[in-house]
């Protein structure tokens, strides 16, 4: 029971501490004193009376502290005074003390704030239950090239009704519908999906309910789910709204539910309708070749991807023998969602990046470790002093840490900072349409993970030099005067050790970076096959309530674009299904004429829907023929087709006049023009073999009109909203932009990735130097006796830079070849996103060598002129 | 146990004392480290066995002085016991059989 009362003692003592070292140094004093007294009583003369006593007493500051010691705080005290001292020093050392925290900061905040990105996007689970379940299905023909293709109906039919290892399986079909809402007409992107969409993912809507199944047949399906973010924006959160009509292309639809705050699926669709797969209702539907639907399903339980696989493989072969005109050559293929929505390029993308600024941190943690290294060995005489007053090896040690500990958690915190805010940043500057990075934000992981960096950063930092000025043999030389080391003591071989590293680093890094850069002016310069320069585009959704049949739907086109055409600023003007560089595709099989039943393998080409001088408006070249009239309508014939497959259908013969049957069905159509190719897919791919169709020919209510102006093609969109609304009030436009902004979106992934690298790696570059810089400078300092000495002798100036630079041009050397090692074993994990480089590309690999070495010379320059300009007599003289 | 004792001999004593109390009695064969009293007079004060006060020993100067408690009292007389303990035991294995 004495404890309680001990521990009270105790803690008395922790706020009396001050007193109580006053209170036991007098009486140590007194002790002294009469024990000095008693010695001169024995006749001992005055002074050698107080040194005996003073030698009985033995080591008088050991003794407070012994005596302190059994107070118990010891380690607390020890830990609070060492911080104190740190913080005094940190004050003292400003130069030094900005230096660590800024080097710090910025790597442990870019550290943090990459992998916030990267876990949001990549590493969090999907917000689906048991997602791992849950497979994208895609037409694949492999023969082509082609793996990911979208669904046909029918084949989507008959997946349905032959599967057995899918609880269910769904479509989607993106679409867009014009909602009119108190006068007001927005576009709104949306999807037609079955009634198994939603419990496939698992999720219900938070009000009201799914569709049924009867939904989907027409007649019935005028029902609509909103997303939570348009119901809170366009009806005010309205409780009232579930049973009510809303107006969807000027048709009455009945909501029924709607979904919940934090539903999402890949893109931000915010309505969804039923699909109706009905040939009767939608004739299109009824083709097989027309892939435009995206299939998903959630495997049964325990059934595993590699089955499921097989089991589609085996359907799609049955539907080969029974379809063989439009399905020869068409498979199915699996994908899980994670692959699916976070694609290969993308992952090894994020993992480049976060590779890279791991490396930025280890150099700047060997930058750190080096100048803790350097001011350790400036600080060895107090060292020494501190041992000789008592203090163990522990205590020098524990001091060297705490400080180290202390400046690494200030910048762990200004790290933390710099993160929360580069990730804003980095969000707003990465490519929109990168799934999920609008939910990155700081969280747990994150957090955890940066108190682990800092934590290893500190270990990597201030152990080394903790551990080597501890080292009590090399100190009695500093205390005889002069600055210790010779310069090839260990710690400064481990210094440029730690140099070397961070060149050999910032090399691998500069060589990625380069080849990046050089892909991205690569990827700008390949012929688009059109002129993007003043372009207008932008998107009208022509409903059907208002615009039924496909000679309405033409007119409506061909006026407007009359009346665009009139505007003054515009030069041209045309319109089509789609535009290339964008999202999305349509693509079918054609029959050529004159095809035997054995050559008959349907072609699969792109297909797009033009009006009238579309080509013209674009700069796409007219080869032959002609191009589409305002005369065409639902019964001409015509189609125009592109060169490259005109030049593969018909080798050695004119193209016009031939005739080409589209997808199933006995339609035969005629070519009456080639146009030149386009880059329809995306800047890296090259262009494919395309048909174009005319829009009145076809019937299509949804044209992307093109523009081309005379000025600044944004400058008209209002001119064009004003034509557009005098011909239809309830009709928006919407998707306003300019040809250059699709280009410039289309290589923003490349772009980013170049730029990001290219940042990183001009940091390591920038931190290496100061390395190099700090090394040189020092070993010169180290050699000042030396490099007196030999200009004594008669060695010149010059023979003293070159020395100099002599040692770090070896350096360099060395480094450089690590570099190149570390290099061609790890490009191969950039080599998927270069385009037009190869990753061992010598003029690259030559071009940055170069330049890292001849930065590192300039580096120590500075330091080899100031050692040149060394006068042998101070040099010899100070010591 | 041999500074309680000296403390219980001599009612309060400074260190000075306690050591020099010490050398005189066992006659210069022990002696007190002065290393090792102040820490060991710090030990029985977060024991509670001694208690201490600055008193004025002299016009210019002041001493600090210890004094037993009772429960250093207890303490000694416990010490003393198991002391005596282990003399005997000791004794008993060094005597002529």
Same mark, same amino acid.
């Given at each position: 029971?004495?404890?309680?009362?001990?521990?009270?003692?105790?803690?008395?003592?922790?706020?009396?501490?001050?007193?109580?070292?006053?209170?036991?140094?007098?009486?140590?004093?007194?002790?002294?004193?009469?024990?000095?007294?008693?010695?001169?009583?024995?006749?001992?003369?005055?002074?050698?009376?107080?040194?005996?006593?003073?030698?009985?007493?033995?080591?008088?500051?050991?003794?407070?502290?012994?005596?302190?010691?059994?107070?118990?705080?010891?380690?607390?005290?020890?830990?609070?005074?060492?911080?104190?001292?740190?913080?005094?020093?940190?004050?003292?050392?400003?130069?030094?003390? /900005?230096?660590?925290?800024?080097?710090?900061?910025?790597?442990?905040?870019?550290?943090?704030?990459?992998?916030? =990105?990267?876990?949001?996007?990549?590493?969090?689970?999907?917000?689906?239950?048991?997602?791992?379940?849950?497979?994208?299905?895609?037409?694949?023909?492999?023969?082509?090239?082609?793996?990911?293709?979208?669904?046909?109906?029918?084949?989507?039919?008959?997946?349905?009704?032959?599967?057995?290892?899918?609880?269910?399986?769904?479509?989607?079909?993106?679409?867009?519908?014009?909602?009119?809402?108190?006068?007001?007409?927005?576009?709104?992107?949306?999807?037609? +999906?079955?009634?198994?969409?939603?419990?496939?993912?698992?999720?219900?809507?938070?009000?009201?309910?799914?569709?049924?199944?009867?939904?989907?047949?027409?007649?019935?399906?005028?029902? /609509?789910?909103?997303?939570?973010?348009?119901?809170?924006?366009?009806?005010?959160?309205?409780?009232?709204?579930?049973?009510?009509? =809303?107006?969807?292309?000027?048709?009455?639809?009945?909501?029924?539910? +709607?979904?919940?705050?934090?539903?999402?699926?890949?893109?931000?669709?915010?309505?969804?309708?039923? =699909?109706?797969?009905?040939?009767?209702?939608?004739?299109?539907?009824?083709?097989?070749?027309?892939?435009?639907?995206?299939?998903?399903?959630?495997?049964?339980?325990?059934?595993?991807?590699?089955?499921?696989?097989?089991?589609?493989?085996?359907?799609?072969?049955?539907?080969?023998?029974?379809?063989?005109?439009?399905?020869?050559?068409?498979?199915?293929?699996?994908?899980?969602?994670?692959?699916?929505?976070?694609?290969?390029?993308?992952?090894?993308?994020?993992?480049?990046?976060?590779?890279?600024?791991?490396?930025?941190?280890?150099?700047?943690?060997?930058?750190?470790?080096?100048?803790?290294?350097?001011?350790?060995?400036?600080?060895?005489?107090?060292?020494?002093?501190?041992?000789?007053?008592?203090?163990?090896?522990?205590?020098?040690?524990?001091?060297?840490?705490?400080?180290?500990?202390?400046?690494?958690?200030?910048?762990?915190?200004?790290?933390?900072?710099?993160?929360?805010?580069?990730?804003?940043?980095?969000?707003?500057?990465?490519?929109?349409?990168?799934?999920?990075?609008?939910?990155?934000?700081?969280?747990?992981?994150?957090?955890?993970?940066?108190?682990?960096?800092?934590?290893?950063?500190?270990?990597?930092?201030?152990?080394?030099?903790?551990?080597?000025?501890?080292?009590?043999?090399?100190?009695?030389? +500093?205390?005889?005067?002069?600055?210790?080391?010779?310069?090839?003591?260990?710690?400064?071989r481990?210094?440029r050790l730690l140099v070397l590293m961070e060149i050999a680093v910032a090399f691998?890094?500069?060589?990625?970076?380069?080849?990046?850069?050089?892909?991205?002016?690569?990827?700008?310069?390949?012929?688009?096959?059109?002129?993007?320069?003043?372009?207008?585009?932008?998107?009208?959704?022509?409903?059907?309530?208002?615009?039924?049949?496909?000679?309405?739907?033409?007119?409506?086109?061909?006026?407007?674009?009359?009346?665009?055409?009139?505007?003054?600023?515009?030069?041209?003007?045309?319109?089509?299904?789609?535009?290339?560089?964008?999202?999305?595709?349509?693509?079918?099989?054609?029959?050529?004429?004159?095809?035997?039943?054995?050559?008959?393998?349907?072609?699969?080409?792109?297909?797009?829907?033009?009006?009238?001088?579309?080509?013209?408006?674009?700069?796409?070249?007219?080869?032959?023929?002609?191009?589409?009239?305002?005369?065409?309508?639902?019964?001409?014939?015509?189609?125009?087709?592109?060169?490259?497959?005109?030049?593969?259908?018909?080798?050695?013969?004119?193209?016009?006049?031939?005739?080409?049957?589209?997808?199933?069905?006995?339609?035969?159509?005629?070519?009456?023009?080639?146009?030149?190719?386009?880059?329809?897919?995306?800047?890296?791919?090259?262009?494919?073999?395309? =048909?174009?169709?005319?829009?009145?020919?076809?019937?299509?209510?949804?044209?992307?009109?093109?523009?081309?102006?005379?000025?600044?093609?944004?400058?008209?969109?209002?001119?064009?909203?004003?034509?557009?609304?005098?011909?239809?009030?309830?009709?928006?436009?919407?998707?306003?932009?300019?040809?250059?902004?699709?280009?410039?979106?289309?290589?923003?992934?490349?772009?980013?990735?170049?730029?990001?690298?290219?940042?990183?790696?001009?940091?390591?570059?920038?931190?290496a130097?100061?390395?190099i810089?700090?090394v040189?400078?020092?070993?010169?300092?180290?050699?000042?006796?030396?490099?007196?000495?030999?200009?004594?002798?008669?060695?010149?100036?010059?023979?003293?830079?070159?020395?100099?630079?002599r040692q770090n041009l070896t350096l360099v050397l060395v480094a450089l070849g690590i570099g190149i090692a570390a290099?061609?074993?790890?490009?191969?994990?950039?080599?998927?996103?270069?385009?037009?480089?190869?990753? /061992?590309?010598?003029?690259?690999?030559?071009?940055?060598a170069?330049?890292l070495a001849?930065?590192v010379?300039?580096?120590?320059?500075?330091?080899?002129?100031?050692?040149?300009?060394?006068?042998?007599?101070?040099?010899?003289?100070?010591? | 146990?041999?500074?309680?004792?000296?403390?219980?001999?001599?009612?309060?004593?400074?260190?000075?004392?306690?050591?020099?109390?010490?050398?005189?009695?066992?006659?210069?064969?022990?002696?007190?480290?002065?290393?090792?009293?102040?820490?060991?007079?710090?030990?029985?004060?977060?024991?509670?066995?001694?208690?201490?006060?600055?008193?004025?020993?002299?016009?210019?100067?002041?001493?600090?002085?210890?004094?037993?408690?009772?429960?250093?009292?207890?303490?000694?007389?416990?010490?003393?016991?198991?002391?005596?303990?282990?003399?005997?035991?000791?004794?008993?294995?060094?005597?002529?059989?």
């Amino acid at each position: 029971m004495a404890w309680p009362v001990d521990l009270y003692r105790r803690v008395c003592f922790l706020f009396r501490s001050r007193r109580f070292e006053r209170e036991l140094e007098e009486e140590i004093r007194l002790h002294m004193e009469m024990q000095a007294e008693e010695n001169r009583e024995n006749g001992m003369d005055a002074e050698a009376a107080h040194y005996a006593a003073m030698r009985r007493f033995g080591n008088a500051t050991l003794l407070l502290e012994r005596s302190r010691e059994t107070w118990g705080w010891i380690t607390l005290e020890t830990w609070i005074r060492d911080a104190r001292y740190a913080l005094r020093s940190m004050r003292q050392s400003r130069g030094f003390t /900005a230096t660590v925290l800024i080097t710090l900061a910025l790597g442990i905040g870019a550290n943090t704030a990459i992998f916030t =990105i990267v876990n949001a996007v990549m590493l969090r689970p999907l917000p689906y239950p048991e997602p791992d379940r849950l497979v994208r299905l895609w037409e694949s023909n492999p023969q082509r090239g082609w793996l990911s293709f979208s669904a046909s109906a029918p084949n989507f039919d008959d997946w349905r009704k032959l599967q057995s290892v899918f609880t269910e399986l769904a479509a989607e079909e993106i679409t867009t519908f014009n909602l009119t809402h108190d006068d007001d007409a927005v576009r709104v992107l949306s999807a037609g +999906v079955t009634s198994s969409f939603f419990p496939i993912l698992g999720v219900s809507p938070a009000l009201g309910r799914n569709f049924i199944p009867e939904e989907e047949q027409a007649g019935h399906n005028h029902v /609509a789910l909103l997303s939570y973010g348009l119901w809170q924006r366009s009806f005010g959160a309205d409780i009232g709204l579930i049973g009510r009509k =809303i107006q969807l292309n000027s048709e009455s639809y009945t909501v029924v539910g +709607v979904m919940a705050p934090d539903f999402q699926f890949v893109r931000n669709t915010e309505l969804w309708v039923p =699909i109706v797969l009905d040939p009767a209702v939608r004739p299109w539907r009824a083709d097989r070749s027309n892939h435009n639907l995206g299939v998903i399903g959630r495997l049964e339980p325990g059934v595993s991807v590699t089955q499921a696989q097989a089991q589609m493989d085996a359907i799609a072969r049955r539907l080969e023998q029974q379809y063989p005109a439009s399905n020869n050559g068409w498979g199915v293929r699996l994908q899980t969602f994670s692959e699916w929505i976070i694609p290969e390029d993308l992952r090894r993308a994020l993992w480049v990046l976060f590779g890279a600024v791991g490396c930025v941190l280890l150099i700047a943690c060997a930058n750190l470790a080096s100048l803790f290294l350097a001011r350790a060995t400036r600080r060895q005489r107090e060292m020494m002093i501190r041992s000789a007053l008592g203090a163990s090896r522990m205590n020098l040690v524990r001091q060297l840490l705490t400080e180290c500990l202390l400046l690494v958690s200030f910048g762990c915190v200004a790290g933390l900072l710099i993160a929360r805010h580069g990730t804003d940043l980095l969000v707003a500057c990465m490519p929109q349409d990168i799934p999920r990075l609008s939910e990155a934000a700081l969280d747990f992981r994150a957090l955890g993970f940066t108190l682990l960096l800092a934590l290893l950063t500190s270990l990597a930092v201030g152990l080394a030099p903790a551990f080597q000025a501890s080292h009590t043999d090399a100190g009695m030389a +500093v205390l005889k005067g002069g600055s210790g080391n010779p310069a090839g003591g260990s710690r400064s071989r481990l210094r440029r050790l730690l140099v070397l590293m961070e060149i050999a680093v910032a090399f691998v890094l500069l060589i990625g970076a380069g080849l990046l850069a050089r892909s991205f002016v690569r990827l700008q310069r390949v012929t688009l096959g059109f002129n993007p320069e003043n372009v207008l585009t932008f998107q009208i959704a022509l409903p059907d309530s208002r615009y039924r049949d496909s000679t309405r739907q033409a007119a409506f086109y061909a006026r407007a674009l009359e009346r665009i055409r009139a505007l003054p600023g515009v030069l041209a003007a045309g319109a089509a299904t789609q535009l290339p560089l964008t999202r999305g595709n349509w693509a079918m099989g054609i029959g050529l004429e004159g095809q035997t039943a054995s050559q008959a393998e349907a072609l699969s080409v792109d297909a797009r829907a033009v009006t009238p001088h579309f080509f013209g408006t674009m700069g796409i070249p007219l080869l032959r023929g002609s191009d589409f009239t305002d005369r065409d309508g639902p019964d001409s014939t015509g189609i125009i087709v592109s060169d490259d497959l005109a030049r593969r259908a018909w080798p050695h013969e004119d193209p016009l006049g031939k005739k080409i049957r589209a997808g199933d069905g006995d339609f035969w159509r005629t070519v009456i023009g080639v146009v030149g190719d386009v880059r329809n897919i995306s800047l890296a791919r090259d262009s494919r073999p395309t =048909i174009y169709f005319s829009a009145a020919q076809l019937g299509i209510g949804a044209l992307t009109v093109v523009v081309r102006t005379t000025g600044n093609p944004e400058s008209q969109v209002a001119a064009m909203r004003h034509v557009i609304a005098s011909m239809d009030r309830s009709l928006p436009i919407y998707n306003a932009r300019s040809m250059t902004a699709i280009l410039a979106a289309a290589s923003a992934q490349p772009r980013f990735n170049a730029a990001l690298l290219s940042a990183f790696s001009l940091v390591a570059l920038a931190l290496a130097t100061a390395g190099i810089y700090g090394v040189t400078s020092y070993a010169v300092a180290q050699r000042t006796h030396e490099i007196g000495i030999r200009m004594a002798l008669g060695a010149g100036r010059s023979s003293v830079l070159r020395m100099v630079l002599r040692q770090n041009l070896t350096l360099v050397l060395v480094a450089l070849g690590i570099g190149i090692a570390a290099t061609s074993m790890l490009t191969r994990f950039i080599s998927g996103m270069l385009f037009g480089v190869s990753p /061992a590309d010598p003029v690259t690999l030559g071009g940055i060598a170069l330049l890292l070495a001849a930065v590192v010379l300039l580096a120590s320059c500075i330091p080899a002129h100031r050692a040149a300009r060394i006068d042998p007599v101070e040099a010899l003289r100070c010591e | 146990m041999l500074i309680l004792k000296t403390l219980a001999r001599c009612g309060a004593l400074h260190g000075y004392g306690i050591a020099k109390y010490i050398q005189q009695v066992t006659e210069e064969v022990l002696r007190v480290e002065e290393g090792s009293l102040y820490p060991a007079l710090q030990r029985m004060l977060i024991k509670g066995w001694v208690t201490a006060e600055w008193v004025q020993s002299h016009p210019k100067r002041r001493a600090r002085v210890y004094r037993l408690t009772p429960a250093g009292r207890r303490q000694l007389a416990s010490e003393v016991s198991e002391f005596t303990r282990v003399m005997g035991a000791i004794a008993r294995v060094i005597q002529p059989a």
